[in-house]
């Protein structure tokens, strides 16, 4: 338990999340500071810092030891790529900081294991950035199936659409952590979430639909999953990046007494009738600039969950209590991507071995 209520951090990677992260922190955590930035594009930060006004006593370095080093920094938010997390996570237990990591911890089980026992062992806390486990439908969701509101759980569906493929720069091989441990994870993770219950076995079909770059990286831009879970129910994920009308982001959860949906926010609640069948319930209209579509993408849509795991981050350093979303909730999650990624591959269904878990 920390003696006062102020928490001191270090920032590890500061690109496209890494700056939602500081922006959030900055603007809602009044006890908690920002004390050191680190990336390896550190002029590229600071151009961006002295654009967005941060505080003038930010240190920014490329040098992953000046966050280790200084015994003031409490905290380290690591959102690098995920191909770079192990390594940083090692280090930053070694150093005695509680860690706040973006999905996923890694991409070497056998390693993650390891990393989860020494966190463990040196006393140190370690939250993965799963977000959607912080969005009040979700939590409300949770709390409604494990009161029995759906009855038996017999189909779960979770949708993940990007309005467009991922950036290039991402789409390289050895920093590219592959479709399942970039996007999709997150549907594994809210499913298992939601329904407390473990996937137990999968088969996956993935495609190269719209961005030929997945089939140089032997990857895919659109896969379908099916899946078996513990509790007896099943269920799929869908995923792909050519979402024309916006981010497209759902969940579903069927069961003996009902169904629970949760759908897409919309930027208003106007519908258009027009007579077209099938066409009354766009996300947008059509005349918005793909601009528009772009301002409702993950970080519209999940904007308080981006604060709240935060929130709780900071709350379980504070109170000395275990983080939502722990790092064993990472490692499965990674199992199950492994295990997408071999069946989309083989073109056979994959049960999941948990053992390494234990
Ligand atoms: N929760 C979410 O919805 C969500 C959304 C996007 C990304 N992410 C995750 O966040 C992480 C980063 O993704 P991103 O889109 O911000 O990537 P990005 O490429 O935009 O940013 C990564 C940053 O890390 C820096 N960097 C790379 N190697 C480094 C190192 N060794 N030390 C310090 N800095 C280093 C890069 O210069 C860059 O500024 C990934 O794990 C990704 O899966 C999560």
Redesign the pocket.
Known sequence: MKKDNRLTLGI???????RLHVRNILQNFFDVEIRCI????IE??RTWAKKESLPDQIRFTTD?EDVMEDEKIDAVVI????T??TD?LIRSIEAGKDIFC???IGVDPVKIKKVIDLAEKNGVKLQV?F?RRFDTNYIKARDMIKKGSVGEIQIVRAITRLPESLPA??LKKGLFAGHFN?VTS?DFDILRYITDSEIEELFSIGKVLIEPRFADIDDYDTIMVSLRFDNGSIGNVDGSMQATYGFDQRVEVFGSKGCIFINNQRPNQMFLYDGTAGKIDRLLHEGWSSKQAHELF?MTRYKDAFIMEFREFFRSIIDNTEPICTGLDGLKNILVCDAAKKSADTNKPVKIDYSICK
């Open positions: 590890i990677g500061c690109g496209t999340i890494g680190c990336d390896i594009d590229k930060v992953l959102a690098t790529q995920i770079q997390h940083i973006e999905k996923q950035g977000h720069r991402y970039e997150h993950y």
